[in-house]
Structures are given as structure tokens and as C-alpha cells.
């Protein structure tokens, strides 16, 4: 999965389709995603950090799920 299902549903549709439209099976094992799928992929976590940042995330941590870090974010998980 590219990130938890909380943090995959605030990315626009249309970037979330085209995150599957570009993706290849077995990628992610010999680690040559294409230059299309980076590109979708930088462009969904910057419309997802946008979109934090508009809320008043100020931490929207690193690597993995992008909102690991951010109390914010982790005070709205454990409210579900």
C-alpha cells in the first residue's frame, strides 16, 4: 500500500487513479518504478501536504505514511 487508508483518501481521485494507471507490478521488489509513477507519486503527497497544511498540520512527518508524526493526524486516527 502507498500510505495509510486515511492519508490515500485525502489524495484527489484523479491522482489516486493515476498512481494505479502507472504503476507496474513487481516495482516496489526490483525498485525501478518509472519516472511517470514518481511524478504521479510527488505530485499525491504534495496535494496531500497541501492539503495538511491548510488544516494546521504542522509535522506531516517523513517516509512511510505521511502523517506518522504529525499529533494532529494521530489525535483524528485513534477519534475513528
Known sequence: MNMCG???YQIPKPLRDAIWATY???QEV???PSADYMD???AARRALLEKQAARGCAD???GGCV???CESCRARELLR
Open 60 to 62: 506531516p512527518g517523513e
Open 6 to 8: 486515511a492519508h490515500w
Open 67 to 69: 502523517g506518522t508524526r
Open 24 to 26: 507496474r507490478p513487481g
Open 40 to 42: 504521479v507519486q510527488r
Open 30 to 32: 526490483d525498485k525501478r
